[in-house]
């Protein structure tokens, strides 16, 4: 997708979703006491943000890596765990292929981070302090909320927006633009007194959060300088953060005063952060510019940043398919006593694809005995299997990692795969089922399901659990089927599996 009609997209869906939520509202809702509860119940939240991941997803709006992801999601339950308000709210955080500076929650715990903000920030802590931010926009309830105050106006509003998210999801950004355009313009201004006073407790919850967590308390209003320094210097072109969280005065000056009140604490920046920023560089531009921009980057590194340097550069070689470029760098890495498995899983998928596939399994055995739980070893190791022509060994680690409550479309998409090269029909259907229904596509997700059980073979327990799950999910999309203004369920926009068949 290009980046402006991701950005269009993203900033379509962030503003969409309090409205059309409202939609989807029943007027049969218990009176719980709570004006935001009576509007869309936590339940319902959830199940909204669910089904507009999927959307996201099919348009392309979440990255694909698993490294940067992991990052993330680690970074952000470290964040929500000193939150009381945060129990029992599951959260997802996931990034977005887009250079934008920004951030933002969608309903049901799902936060998305732009690649541009990780590269804009000065520090892990500044990083945190903006995750902290939209924490609390979550735990607080904020979309909730404003759905409480909307008017009539805006709740007329939704339609449009949802008919733009549609357009921008089907590769129609014409269409996309005038359509969100004409349906935020009378949205924004009577929602901007709510704006501003959710930024405000989402900044002071997001605070507290922040020094829970032990990080940097002076990081929130360095931020903030530092997006106000932008906007100073890009006038044409002030930070997508600033659009979507107005940053007044008050808001700096209020953070500053938290700041000074904390006690003093110097926090450096995890190795993790450093390498998550430098993979972020390799994809800046065209590949064989990101591998000259990253060169010079390692000629003037200092002897601290050099190993991270090294890193970006063999990542950037890696996407400009210098395998033996990028190998190189990792031996180098190897050698000084730098170790770290997103290195690792590196130099992994550079034997693999360059056709080394013994060498990459050995490469990950070792690395998944270090690092056994790194995300993008527990990946790439079995895929690495798969094409080395292992399927036993395969299904069997993927297996374990499932039982081990690791279950994603990733993982059963490759138990899928391992499943049908050993010819066992069952297990592979119910595996793309899986795969199909955690990226919310139920349609698809039953259809797979309902195959696997037409399938002979396999064994009874199996055979039990694809019978539960099919009449789950059946309840599932009769519920979301019986919502007025739901979104297409089939077709328009849903990632599609490959199918694997049995020999």
């Not at 002897?303 to 063999?314: C, F, Q, V």
């Amino acid at each position: 997708m290009h980046r402006p009609l991701r950005t269009l997209l993203c900033t379509a869906l962030a503003a969409a979703l309090p409205l059309t939520a409202s939609i989807a509202a029943t007027s049969q809702l218990p009176d719980l006491g709570d004006p935001a509860s009576d509007v869309l119940s936590r339940a319902q939240e959830q199940a909204l943000g669910e089904r507009s991941m999927a959307q996201l997803r099919a348009a392309g709006g979440v990255l694909d890596d698993p490294e940067i992801n992991a990052y993330l999601q680690q970074l952000g339950a470290r964040l929500a765990a000193s939150d009381p308000a945060t129990a029992g709210q599951p959260f997802a955080f996931f990034a977005v292929p887009d250079d934008a500076i920004n951030a933002f929650a969608m309903p049901g715990g799902h936060i998305g981070v732009h690649l541009g903000l990780l590269l804009a920030t000065g520090s892990e802590s500044e990083l945190a302090a903006v995750i902290a931010h939209e924490i609390s926009h979550v735990s607080q309830r904020h979309i909730a909320r404003s759905m409480a105050a909307a008017s009539g106006s805006q709740m007329a509003s939704a339609a449009a927006l949802l008919a733009g998210i549609v357009a921008a999801a089907s590769g129609q950004p014409q269409v996309a633009g005038a359509a969100i355009a004409g349906a935020t313009a009378g949205h924004l201004q009577s929602q901007l007194n709510y704006s501003r006073e959710h930024e405000r407790e989402a900044d002071r919850i997001g605070f507290a959060l922040l020094v829970r967590a032990g990080f940097d308390p002076a990081a929130m209003p360095a931020f903030f300088r530092r997006m106000q320094q932008l906007t100073a210097t890009q006038e044409s072109a002030m930070p997508a953060y600033l659009r979507s969280h107005p940053l007044t005065t008050e808001r700096i000056a209020d953070a500053e005063d938290r700041a000074l009140s904390a006690r003093y604490r110097q926090v450096e920046d995890s190795t993790d952060y450093r390498m998550v920023q430098s993979l972020v560089r390799s994809y800046r531009g065209e590949p064989a510019q990101a591998v000259a921009d990253l060169a010079d980057r390692l000629r003037s590194a200092t002897a601290a940043d050099r190993p991270y340097a090294r890193y970006g550069l063999a990542a950037a070689r890696l996407r400009a398919r210098d395998h033996d470029g990028a190998l190189a760098d990792v031996a180098a890495l190897d050698a000084s006593g730098f170790r770290h498995p997103m290195a690792d899983a590196l130099a992994g998928q550079a034997l693999a694809q360059s056709g080394r596939l013994d060498a990459a399994v050995a490469r990950y055995q070792v690395a998944l005995a270090r690092f056994p739980n790194h995300r993008q070893l527990i990946e790439d190791y079995p895929r690495a299997l798969l094409r080395a022509g292992h399927h036993a060994d395969a299904a069997r680690f993927v297996a374990r990692r499932i039982e081990a409550g690791s279950a994603d479309a990733p993982l059963h998409l490759l138990a899928a795969e391992a499943n049908a090269g050993l010819g066992r029909r069952l297990d592979s259907h119910y595996h793309q089922g899986e795969a199909y229904a955690a990226m919310g596509n139920l349609p698809a997700a039953i259809e797979q399901l309902t195959i696997a059980l037409k399938s002979p073979g396999g064994d009874d327990i199996t055979r039990q659990i694809a019978e539960s799950r099919l009449r789950a999910l059946r309840n599932d999309l009769h519920q979301q089927r019986g919502r007025p203004g739901e979104p297409p369920r089939a077709g328009l926009g849903y990632r599609s599996l490959p199918a694997f068949t049995s020999p």
